[in-house]
């Protein structure tokens, strides 16, 4: 395990394969990445890099976007990456809507579960915030669930104004079809600050009232410190912002972007650490750990204490 200078462990490895995406949701952070038209990285380059963060410690690796079903190799990706030793984990972010069809496949690849964004049970509203489809987001979700995914979870972005009278029709959505509920807070990454003042929606009366109704309440030491609402029948978990110490203070997460670079922090873009065009050039596994090293030497919290 490898500590950064402010003794937080590198846990765990969000890897973007795209940052294409075939919605257009006006609220996408795009994990902190700005658009590009460098080209992705191949699949062995992704387990090459997958099996360089095993070797330092890591164990859980999320695969990412834009939208990372738009490939036409994800299943190849992700057999890839399940195949690295030592990893306890490899998850996927989705808005699933086509997932439809795949989800099976990648079951048998080795994809252990999915997080699936669902902005509304509306589908006027889910047009409007997406461009897409309620439809085939609820088709990819059905499908998950028959692949055996476990767990299976739904990202609920609150966004003031669109869907905060939908709170309720989401837990029990969740509770109905048995899986795990996150409530989401909105990020100020990438958005401008008008759009991110009008919609950004605080949680803390949610919570309140969550708490009132758990029967049992968990606490995520190495995830921020989030909080896990047990209720009869259903699951929620709250994922606030990152404007905080505590967000920063217990991160564990090191970043790749889509095309190759290593992100020590979702908020900075000035740290970036190339790693794919080393490994282009002949670097060696050792020097591509010495670039892991660096890279991680560059996590600090953002917001200091």
């Known amino acids: ?8 462990p ?3 490895l969000r890897v973007a394969v795209t940052p294409k995406c075939n919605l257009r949701c006006f609220y996408c952070h795009r994990e902190g990445e700005e658009p590009h038209d460098s080209d992705e990285m191949r699949p062995e380059e992704i387990y090459r890099i997958a099996s360089v963060a095993s070797e330092l410690g890591i164990r859980n690796l999320k695969i990412t976007g834009g939208e990372p079903l738009i490939r036409d190799d994800i299943a190849d990706i992700v057999s890839h990456v399940s195949k690295v030793p030592n990893l306890n984990d490899v ?13 099976r496949e990648l079951k048998a690849c080795g994809l252990r579960r ?3 964004s669902l902005v509304s049970l509306n589908k006027d509203t889910y047009s409007q915030s997406t461009g897409g489809r309620l439809e085939d987001a609820l088709r990819g979700i059905e499908d998950a669930i028959s692949a055996g995914f476990e767990p299976i979870k739904i990202n609920a972005l609150i966004l003031n104004g669109t869907n905060t009278g939908e709170i309720e029709d989401f837990i029990r959505f969740a509770g109905n079809q048995g899986v795990i509920l996150q409530l989401i807070e909105l990020e100020s990454v990438n958005l401008g600050h008008s759009i991110y003042n009008k919609f950004h929606y605080p949680l803390n009366d949610i919570e309140l009232k969550l708490s009132t109704q758990a029967s049992s309440i968990e606490h995520r030491g190495l995830m921020q410190n989030r909080r896990i609402y047990h ?3 259903k699951t929620v978990e709250v994922v606030r912002h990152t404007e905080g110490t505590k967000f920063c203070l217990r991160c564990t997460r090191l970043r790749v972007t889509s095309d190759g670079k290593l992100k020590p922090c979702l908020l900075r873009g000035n740290n970036l650490v190339d790693i794919l065009t080393p490994m282009r ?8 750990k010495e670039i892991f090293l660096k890279a991680i030497e560059l996590r600090e919290p953002y917001y200091e204490t």
């Open 1 to 8: 395990m490898i500590f950064d200078s402010f003794g937080r």
């Open 10 to 12: 590198t846990l765990n």
């Open 91 to 103: 998850s996927m972010t989705t808005n699933g809507t086509l997932l439809a069809g795949k989800a």
């Open 114 to 116: 999915v997080n699936i």
């Open 231 to 233: 209720l009869p029948g």
């Open 281 to 288: 050039n002949g670097a060696s596994d050792r020097d591509l």
